[in-house]
């Protein structure tokens, strides 16, 4: 055999072993052909062979029915993005129910055309209307389907259509083309989740994330709770991979699911995590990139997408929320009625998928507060608990018991549900939690933000308030091939999302995620990766976990917390804890000046620093050095930042003083060469008033890439001045102090032609005398 021959024979035969590897190791390889999404039209419509005819215009063209926004994720350009639109129809004031659908939207006579294979498919879709304005009458339509030039079949809509969805469905055998016509003098028509199915698609396991809001772990028989109150969850526990330790990334709703979802914290998201509202520059950051979340990532990979939940977050028209992706969203807005509608809603949309393979997302707002479970299962729990241990409960405590035996039991209906439809051994089922919940008297630290009790979540890192139930179910084709069904040690949900990916063998870049990937583990093909670093981020607070210690830090300026609601208020930056000798968190040894103490908190520092959690903006300021004749130079400045204060470098003698979370002054000295400060801001906005000062007198300063030159400067025109993606030309020759935002996590950096025409204007601006080299 010659060496070429005997190179093809070696990399066929490698071929052979890597085909056969992966038949052995992936469940998703064994499983048989069947009905499954082909197209999924909304994400064809940036494509090349996608053909639009019609007047669309480049803003919202219906603006008095606020509840809707542009699709977020089918990659069109600003012009068109409103032809992907994220639409709201039927609200029901009673229970708050908002329906969003991810739809093509068409202005009268208008038409798409796509570009499919040839094939036998099944076009399903749903249908809506809406007129020029609220009070329009008269409203009629037809849409028309054609393959290949030819009618396939009409459709009329008229005025019962208004906000109403009618049922698309056809069958099309086509050769190349499939054209969606929609002829109307008056109505304005919006055409949700258009997929066309085949039988000839990879059948796939179906994936149900159940999301149990202020679901601590602890409260599970199956993590250790002595008595039985969720029965339904600990049997799917026996059957599940179990985490052991498991956390958050976040201490409430939003940080922590923004963060699951996406594998990624949510600060570097761009979502922030003091408050509810998403911001135009938050959402400018999160839309400017491509998001690879989970609904996304099944999406793409062939999976109906849905949330049933009780979450605005996930709503983007909300001013709250963002847009995730999904085909199809079920919010209800109503407390206490909203648990048994959302389990009644779920369970009608797994029985009308039948075998098309799909992915849930189900959360319950229980048991979260107000704690208000019904009478009956209140009744079965004093039963179960004896009452010389029940009534040692607060009775906050107590409801909240009752609230997870509610929950319990709801969610115990979808799996019996699944169970009846012979979908439950097939499908992959995760439980868990957003975050945990705060009970104990001894961490009543807080700002009190909303609960104004102790009762709640979001502001401290204890680990009874980011403690989470988290398991998963396998797909009975995957069990055989489970080596270790125990995580031991510490994990966090940050990992969800590649291990998730990883069980069902949908191959990702693990650059992508900031999580583990624990399946090779599960399926006995690696050692545990352990997560021997968990970060946590809270309301201006993060957390650092390691199996040894935990670090608490809160940001500058929201270091003031009170003991109790009414207790005076006093400094608490730090807070440290020795989770070997102290588990409950009782000591905080920040403050304590033994020896052992000072080590373990220089130890946790350095790791917090090394870790390197969130991306910011950082502010550059950097001093001239002093005169020789001067010898030494007393500089001093404050800093007024939109974006508030996350953090800062600066040189050993600089002195800090810190008054709010957006106002921070230095004061430092400065000899024969330059000195640099670095201030990290907690949030993208750029605007910012500098005052410097040399021995005691106002200097002047230059700004941004350009280095014009200020006293002072209005904060908004310094807003569209101060950035620079890169050290200023001039920078370190400056004999002024220089003044740039790196825009490092924003984004707000220049393009190649941005940055000639800078050159171009520096020039200019140097003629006018502006600019002094």
Same mark, same amino acid.
């Given at each position: 055999?010659?060496?070429?021959?005997?190179?093809?024979?070696?990399?066929?035969?490698?071929?052979?072993?890597?085909?056969?590897?992966?038949? %052995?190791?992936?469940?998703?390889?064994?499983?048989?052909? #069947?009905? #499954?999404?082909?197209?999924?039209?909304?994400?064809?419509?940036?494509?090349?062979?996608?053909?639009?005819?019609?007047?669309?215009?480049?803003?919202?063209?219906?603006?008095?029915?606020?509840?809707?926004?542009?699709?977020?994720?089918?990659?069109?350009?600003?012009?068109?993005?409103?032809?992907?639109?994220?639409?709201?129809?039927?609200?029901?004031?009673?229970?708050?129910?908002?329906?969003?659908?991810?739809?093509?939207?068409?202005?009268?006579?208008?038409?798409?055309?796509?570009?499919?294979?040839?094939?036998?498919?099944?076009?399903?879709?749903?249908?809506?209307?809406?007129?020029?304005?609220?009070?329009?009458?008269?409203?009629?339509?037809?849409?028309?389907?054609?393959?290949?030039?030819?009618? $396939?079949?009409?459709?009329?809509?008229?005025?019962?259509?208004?906000?109403?969805?009618?049922?698309?469905?056809?069958?099309?055998?086509?050769?190349?083309?499939?054209?969606?016509?929609?002829?109307?003098?008056?109505?304005?028509?919006?055409? %949700?989740?258009?997929?066309?199915?085949?039988?000839?698609?990879?059948?796939?396991?179906?994936?149900?994330?159940?999301?149990?809001?202020?679901?601590?772990?602890?409260?599970?028989?199956?993590?250790?709770?002595?008595?039985?109150?969720?029965?339904?969850?600990?049997?799917?526990?026996?059957?599940?991979?179990?985490?052991?330790?498991?956390?958050?990334?976040?201490?409430?709703?939003?940080?922590?699911?923004?963060?699951?979802?996406?594998?990624?914290?949510?600060?570097?998201?761009?979502?922030?995590?003091?408050?509810?509202?998403?911001?135009?520059?938050?959402? &400018? $950051?999160?839309?400017?990139?491509?998001?690879?979340?989970?609904?996304?990532?099944?999406?793409?990979?062939?999976?109906?997408?849905?949330?049933?939940?009780?979450?605005?977050?996930?709503?983007?028209?909300?001013?709250?929320?963002?847009?995730?992706?999904?085909?199809?969203?079920?919010?209800?807005?109503?407390?206490?009625?909203?648990?048994?509608?959302?389990?009644?809603?779920?369970?009608?949309?797994?029985?009308?998928? #039948?075998?098309?393979?799909?992915?849930?997302?189900?959360?319950?707002?229980?048991?979260?507060?107000?704690?208000?479970?019904?009478?009956?299962?209140?009744?079965?729990?004093?039963?179960?608990?004896?009452?010389?241990?029940?009534?040692?409960?607060?009775?906050?405590?107590?409801?909240?018991?009752?609230?997870?035996?509610?929950?319990?039991?709801?969610?115990?209906?979808?799996?019996?549900?699944?169970?009846?439809?012979?979908?439950?051994?097939?499908?992959?089922?995760?439980?868990?939690?957003?975050?945990?919940?705060?009970?104990?008297?001894?961490?009543?630290?807080?700002?009190?933000?909303?609960?104004?009790?102790?009762?709640?979540?979001?502001?401290?890192?204890?680990?009874?308030?980011?403690?989470?139930?988290?398991?998963?179910?396998?797909?009975?084709?995957?069990?055989?091939?489970?080596?270790?069904?125990?995580?031991?040690?510490?994990?966090?949900?940050?990992?969800?999302?590649?291990?998730?990916?990883?069980?069902?063998?949908?191959?990702?870049?693990?650059?992508?995620?900031?999580?583990?990937?624990?399946?090779?583990?599960?399926?006995?093909?690696?050692?545990?990766?352990?997560?021997?670093?968990?970060?946590? /981020?809270?309301?201006?607070?993060?957390?650092? +976990?390691?199996?040894?210690?935990?670090?608490? +830090?809160?940001?500058?300026?929201?270091?003031?917390?009170?003991?109790?609601?009414?207790?005076?208020?006093?400094?608490?930056?730090?807070?440290?804890?020795?989770?070997?000798?102290?588990?409950? /968190?009782?000591?905080?040894?920040?403050?304590?000046?033994?020896?052992?103490?000072?080590?373990?908190?220089?130890?946790?520092?350095?790791?917090?620093?090394?870790?390197?959690?969130?991306? +910011?903006?950082?502010?550059?300021?950097?001093?001239?050095?002093?005169? &020789?004749?001067?010898?030494?130079?007393?500089?001093?400045?404050?800093?007024?930042?939109?974006?508030?204060?996350?953090?800062?470098?600066?040189?050993?003698?600089?002195?800090?003083?810190?008054?709010?979370?957006?106002?921070?002054?230095?004061?430092?000295?400065?000899?024969?060469?330059?000195?640099?400060?670095?201030?990290?801001? $907690?949030?993208?906005?750029?605007?910012?008033?500098?005052?410097?000062? +040399?021995?005691?007198?106002?200097?002047?300063?230059?700004?941004?890439?350009?280095?014009?030159?200020?006293?002072? %400067?209005?904060?908004?025109?310094?807003?569209?001045?101060?950035?620079?993606?890169?050290?200023?030309?001039?920078?370190?020759?400056?004999?002024?102090?220089?003044?740039?935002?790196?825009?490092?996590?924003?984004?707000?950096?220049?393009?190649?032609?941005?940055?000639?025409?800078?050159?171009?204007?520096?020039?200019?601006?140097?003629?006018?005398?502006?600019?002094?080299?």
């Amino acid at each position: 055999m010659s060496f070429l021959s005997s190179q093809i024979f070696s990399r066929s035969l490698s071929s052979i072993l890597v085909v056969l590897l992966s038949f %052995a190791l992936g469940f998703c390889s064994e499983q048989k052909n #069947g009905e #499954g999404i082909a197209y999924d039209l909304t994400r064809l419509l940036s494509s090349p062979g996608t053909k639009v005819e019609g007047k669309f215009p480049d803003k919202d063209p219906l603006p008095y029915h606020w509840k809707k926004n542009p699709g977020r994720h089918s990659n069109l350009p600003t012009s068109r993005k409103w032809e992907n639109t994220q639409i709201t129809f039927n609200t029901d004031k009673t229970l708050f129910i908002n329906h969003s659908l991810d739809a093509i939207y068409f202005p009268p006579n208008s038409s798409y055309s796509f570009e499919i294979q040839k094939g036998s498919y099944d076009f399903k879709s749903l249908a809506g209307i809406l007129g020029e304005t609220f009070h329009s009458a008269g409203l009629q339509g037809t849409l028309t389907i054609e393959a290949d030039g030819k009618k $396939v079949q009409s459709f009329v809509l008229g005025d019962n259509n208004r906000e109403n969805w009618k049922p698309i469905e056809v069958q099309v055998v086509n050769d190349t083309n499939l054209k969606l016509i929609w002829k109307s003098d008056n109505a304005h028509l919006y055409l %949700a989740e258009p997929i066309l199915y085949s039988q000839s698609q990879p059948q796939k396991s179906n994936v149900i994330l159940i999301v149990l809001d202020s679901a601590r772990k602890d409260f599970f028989g199956s993590y250790g709770f002595p008595y039985p109150i969720t029965p339904n969850m600990d049997q799917l526990a026996r059957e599940s991979v179990f985490f052991e330790n498991p956390f958050s990334n976040g201490n409430w709703t939003k940080p922590s699911m923004m963060s699951f979802f996406h594998s990624e914290y949510s600060s570097n998201l761009g979502l922030g995590n003091s408050w509810f509202t998403t911001k135009p520059y938050q959402r &400018k $950051v999160y839309y400017g990139k491509k998001r690879n979340n989970i609904t996304n990532v099944l999406r793409e990979n062939g999976y109906y997408t849905k949330t049933v939940m009780n979450n605005v977050f996930f709503l983007d028209y909300t001013t709250v929320g963002i847009d995730l992706g999904f085909h199809n969203s079920f919010q209800v807005g109503m407390d206490i009625l909203d648990t048994p509608a959302l389990t009644d809603h779920a369970i009608s949309f797994v029985g009308e998928m #039948g075998k098309k393979p799909f992915f849930l997302h189900f959360n319950l707002n229980t048991p979260h507060a107000s704690y208000s479970p019904p009478a009956e299962d209140m009744a079965v729990i004093k039963k179960m608990i004896p009452p010389e241990v029940f009534y040692k409960f607060e009775s906050p405590v107590q409801r909240y018991i009752g609230e997870m035996h509610y929950t319990d039991r709801e969610v115990g209906r979808l799996l019996q549900s699944l169970k009846e439809k012979n979908l439950y051994d097939d499908s992959l089922i995760i439980i868990t939690g957003d975050h945990g919940e705060l009970f104990s008297p001894h961490h009543d630290y807080s700002y009190h933000f909303i609960m104004k009790t102790r009762f709640g979540h979001g502001e401290t890192h204890y680990d009874e308030e980011i403690g989470v139930p988290y398991f998963i179910k396998l797909p009975k084709s995957a069990e055989k091939k489970v080596e270790n069904r125990k995580i031991p040690g510490q994990s966090s949900l940050v990992s969800l999302v590649p291990t998730v990916l990883g069980l069902l063998n949908i191959t990702f870049d693990p650059k992508q995620f900031k999580g583990v990937d624990y399946s090779s583990f599960i399926f006995g093909n690696s050692e545990n990766p352990k997560e021997k670093n968990i970060y946590t /981020e809270g309301r201006m607070s993060e957390s650092l +976990r390691t199996e040894e210690y935990k670090y608490i +830090r809160r940001y500058p300026g929201f270091t003031s917390v009170r003991r109790t609601f009414d207790g005076e208020p006093h400094t608490m930056a730090e807070e440290l804890y020795d989770l070997k000798k102290d588990p409950e /968190e009782r000591v905080n040894l920040s403050q304590d000046p033994q020896p052992d103490s000072l080590a373990l908190l220089s130890k946790a520092r350095i790791a917090f620093q090394a870790g390197h959690f969130l991306n +910011r903006n950082k502010i550059h300021i950097q001093l001239p050095s002093c005169p &020789k004749d001067k010898g030494i130079c007393n500089d001093s400045g404050s800093l007024q930042v939109q974006g508030s204060i996350y953090d800062w470098i600066v040189p050993k003698d600089t002195r800090i003083l810190s008054t709010s979370a957006k106002q921070i002054q230095y004061q430092t000295n400065v000899s024969q060469s330059p000195e640099e400060l670095v201030f990290f801001t $907690v949030n993208p906005e750029l605007e910012a008033d500098f005052r410097l000062y +040399r021995n005691g007198a106002p200097i002047s300063y230059r700004v941004g890439r350009w280095g014009l030159e200020f006293v002072w %400067a209005n904060p908004q025109l310094l807003k569209n001045l101060l950035t620079s993606d890169r050290e200023p030309s001039g920078w370190g020759k400056s004999g002024l102090p220089w003044i740039y935002n790196d825009a490092s996590f924003s984004g707000d950096s220049e393009s190649t032609a941005q940055r000639e025409m800078g050159r171009e204007v520096k020039k200019i601006l140097e003629t006018w005398g502006y600019i002094h080299e």
